[in-house]
């Protein structure tokens, strides 16, 4: 019998990563298979539970990512048909049974923690503090999605002895989920300021954190800009606005006690070391798909917007269709469905650059990085009325966007495609100075945020497509136009996620509560504009 549901996955997940990620033993034991696990092997199993909802992973991009959120993005290009704005039930099932196993693990290291004894918990505290911090980082992209989750009572099933009558977990209010998120991670990064990991443990937490590598000051960073990137979700919410400010302001105006991520060097991510542990991107290749399909060809959207404005990028990103002649072409989604299949078969249409992307198994899992972060200096300083330091945080987005893919280029292994050139500074230079980038010729705020947006969209493209989603959903920017599916109730891309048919199914007294607000149409409460 398959129950997926929030409530029951506790119980069920410790058997089932094991079952799916049996090669990973060897490195990194599941827990679940260890007679006298420990804090720090249960904190791996927690961080292994998703790693491959992080790196690019096949059945995250194929069964979700290709037909809903890049296609929402216009990361890409498809041929359009009927029912494509209805999310596919197994990708929604996939990203949902995936973040409940996260959170059975987590619970379980709880479990864990708390049975050792007050010196015990002493000396391990850090690996409770940082995991929590990656927990959140997952259930905001979560929230971004679907609106209120189970949360605070999910995933207690072997906490209550299996009882799981006890366990039904109620759904959570996402903006009271978030308030709950950035209360617990300002408290984090007060925390993580006091706090000394004895030496005996350090070296157990470089071999057991795949993320950071035992770095607190790595963990500071992601906890600032995790509450930085949220914080900045929540900046048109009435409710928000004054805490988004001040806390924003506290952060960048205190450099020492609230690090952020400020460069590539330390970006949070999933960097891929051997190709003979698990720790890979070998599944990229088919998740996006080989040749003309679907799921890596270039949108015209995209590919006009890097054209128009001579963006280097556009050749680390895109290579052009076999029989295109060397021009970059996309397809156009408000054409019909026949000419976009006449351009497909026609062998013109760009994919993304096999090379830099799905063919490079050393494509690292991103999380957070330093254009991101700096793209939302921008907006912030810009909504702050401070337009030097909003210019400034604009271009070195920019110059960091390119230097970021340059990075991945460069530990590629592909033997599909042909290298292209990395970004030189000149070129990057270029183009910052050029016409519809240049941040002086944009004379008004609203001209100024669409810059800003612009260019979120085109570092996030198909790499970070729930930052992508959200922000797009969030400005409105940048403007895209989708063909009008007529002969569907669903006529436009939608907004939020249904919840998956099991969760319907197995906790059904507390879907009873959301399942007015279980609908393609109903916004986020941070999606205001």
């Not at 693990?105 to 850090?126: I, P």
């Not at 506290?250 to 991520?261: H, K, Q, R, S, W």
């Not at 198994?361 to 912030?380: D, H, R, S, T």
């Not at 340059?406 to 000149?426: C, D, E, L, Y």
């Amino acid at each position: 019998m398959k129950k997926i549901s929030s409530v029951i996955l506790a119980g069920l997940m410790l058997v089932a990563a094991s079952c799916k990620e049996s090669d990973f033993s060897s490195i990194y034991p599941d827990p679940s298979k260890i007679s006298a696990t420990t804090v720090e092997k249960q904190f791996t199993g927690f961080l292994q539970a998703n790693k491959d909802y992080v790196l690019p992973g096949y059945t995250h991009y194929f069964t979700m990512l290709r037909i809903t959120l890049n296609q929402y993005n216009q990361s890409i290009g498809w041929v359009n048909g009927s029912g494509q704005y209805v999310p596919g039930s197994a990708g929604v099932e996939n990203i949902w049974f995936n973040y409940y196993n996260l959170l059975a693990q987590y619970r379980e290291l709880q479990k864990v923690y708390n049975s050792k004894t007050a010196d015990e918990q002493a000396d391990r505290k850090f690996f409770m503090t940082v995991a929590k911090i990656y927990l959140y980082d997952q259930t905001q992209r979560m929230v971004d999605v679907f609106g209120a989750i189970p949360f605070t009572e999910a995933g207690m099933v072997s906490t209550n002895g299996g009882d799981y009558n006890a366990s039904a977990a109620k759904f959570d209010d996402p903006q009271v989920l978030y308030t709950l998120m950035l209360d617990d991670l300002k408290s984090i990064a007060a925390e993580l300021n006091a706090t000394t990991i004895n030496a005996g443990y350090q070296k157990s937490f470089q071999t057991q954190d795949f993320i950071n590598k035992g770095d607190l000051t790595a963990w500071k960073r992601y906890c600032n800009s995790l509450r930085l990137r949220m914080l900045n979700r929540v900046s048109d919410v009435a409710a928000f606005q004054s805490r988004s400010n001040s806390e924003i302001a506290e952060i960048l105006g205190n450099a020492t006690t609230f690090p952020i991520v400020e460069n590539n060097d330390q970006n949070i991510q999933i960097n891929v070391y051997d190709l003979n542990s698990p720790i890979n991107s070998k599944g990229f290749q088919d998740g996006m798909g080989p040749g003309t399909w679907y799921g890596n060809t270039a949108g015209k959207k995209l590919i006009d917007y890097l054209s128009t404005n001579a963006d280097p990028r556009l050749r680390m990103l895109f290579e052009p269709g076999a029989n295109a002649g060397g021009k970059y072409i996309g397809i156009d989604p408000m054409a019909t469905a026949q000419a976009q299949t006449e351009l497909s078969n026609a062998g013109v249409v760009a994919i993304y650059n096999r090379y830099v992307t799905n063919y490079n198994q050393f494509f690292p899992g991103i999380i957070i990085n330093a254009p991101e972060v700096n793209l939302i200096k921008a907006e912030y300083y810009l909504r702050s009325g401070n337009d030097a330091s909003a210019k400034t945080a604009y271009e070195t987005a920019i110059g960091q966007s390119m230097d970021f893919y340059n990075r991945i280029n460069n530990v590629s292994n592909a033997a599909q495609g042909t290298k292209p050139a990395n970004v030189t500074t000149a070129e990057a230079a270029a183009y910052i100075a050029g016409n519809g980038v240049n941040w002086a010729k944009a004379t008004t705020a609203a001209q100024k945020l669409e810059l800003i947006a612009g260019q979120k969209w085109v570092h996030y493209n198909l790499v970070q497509p729930y930052e992508n989603w959200a922000d797009i959903r969030r400005l409105n920017l940048p403007t895209l136009s989708f063909w009008v599916d007529n002969n569907n109730n669903q006529t436009l891309p939608p907004v939020r996620l249904n919840y998956p048919g099991n969760e319907i199914t197995y906790n059904a007294a507390n879907y009873a509560a959301v399942r007015e607000n279980d609908k393609l149409t109903t916004k986020l409460f941070w999606d205001v504009k």
